[in-house]
């Protein structure tokens, strides 16, 4: 199995920037791809950003482009999230995930998720 634990998050103003951590253990080489995923109170989950492990492919949100950068460093089974010129509306638990090898679902892994808050 794969488990995943987020780290990161707090209480930031307007314009300013968090970087989140997504640390993976078990047997993560069964992973091919990990996203970042939030829900805001109220609100449905959203993709955020996702990274496949070997390749480097990347996606983002239109909602987060040119503000956040997703990168990985596969000897610590680490994913981040650095997420610059932050804005209220992006106030949510963050949740990262990890989508598993030899399964039929996306993501099959993931974490108890992290606050961030972002006041004006």
């Known amino acids: 199995q794969v488990q995943v634990v987020e780290s990161g998050g707090g209480l930031v103003q307007a314009g300013g920037s968090l970087r989140l951590s997504c640390a993976a253990s078990g047997r993560t080489f069964r992973i091919y791809r990990m996203g970042w995923f939030r829900q805001a109170p109220g609100k449905e989950r959203e993709f955020v950003a996702a990274?496949?492990?070997?390749?480097?492919?990347?996606y983002y949100a239109d909602s987060v482009k040119g503000r956040f950068t997703i990168s990985r460093d596969n000897a610590k089974n680490t994913v981040y999230l650095q997420m610059n010129n932050l804005r209220p509306d992006d106030t949510a638990v963050y949740y990262c995930a990890a989508d598993l090898r030899g399964t039929d679902s996306d993501y099959d892994c993931w974490g108890q998720g992290t606050q961030v808050t972002v006041f004006s």
């Open positions: 990274t496949t492990w070997s390749g480097g492919s990347i």
